[in-house]
């Protein structure tokens, strides 16, 4: 089965949680992804519900991966806002390498949040995320 954003947008959460288990974390990214909300996952809704945080609310996310840091592109204009720490560490859902996209210390409006995204196709991650370490939504990262 080839991996993309369009398959990722037909999967269950339960097969996206499979997905992301079978995952290697990957290496730590650099530069400028294009961000997926993964929203009602397996439904008919969830492409039209993508497009639409894409294009009012998150854009993606922008990777200084040398630095062990990211910025949130968020809002219609794209600003890089919401800061994150990115280190490997254990997955909440298996215990097994992931990296952590860690928004504890960096961030007023995110503190709880903590995210999760392994490689599941060349330049392409899936992402989990946690508010106060309960899973709430997968997301998919495309780099070019």
């Keep these: 089965m080839s991996t993309d954003v369009p398959?990722?947008?037909?999967?269950?959460n339960s097969q996206l949680d499979d997905?992301?288990?079978?995952?290697e974390s990957g290496p730590i990214p650099d530069g400028?992804?294009?961000?997926?909300?993964i929203v009602a996952p397996g439904t008919t809704f969830t492409p039209e519900v993508a497009e639409a945080v894409?294009?009012?609310v998150w854009q993606g996310k922008t990777f200084d991966g040398p630095h062990g840091v990211l910025r949130n592109r968020i809002t219609v204009l794209g600003v890089n806002a919401i800061v994150a720490e990115v280190y490997k560490g254990p997955s909440l859902?298996?215990?097994k390498e992931c990296i952590v996209l860690d928004y504890s210390?960096?961030?007023?409006v995110a503190k709880w949040i903590r995210d999760e995204i392994r490689l599941v196709a060349p330049n392409l991650y899936l992402g989990r995320v946690y508010w106060s370490?309960?899973?709430v939504l997968h997301f998919a990262l495309q780099f070019d």
């Design 7 to 12: 398959t990722l947008l037909k999967l269950s």
């Design 133 to 135: 370490n309960k899973p």
């Design 105 to 108: 210390k960096t961030s007023l």
């Design 32 to 37: 400028q992804a294009k961000g997926t909300a």
């Design 93 to 95: 859902l298996d215990g």
């Design 19 to 23: 997905l992301f288990s079978k995952a």
């Design 54 to 56: 894409s294009v009012f």
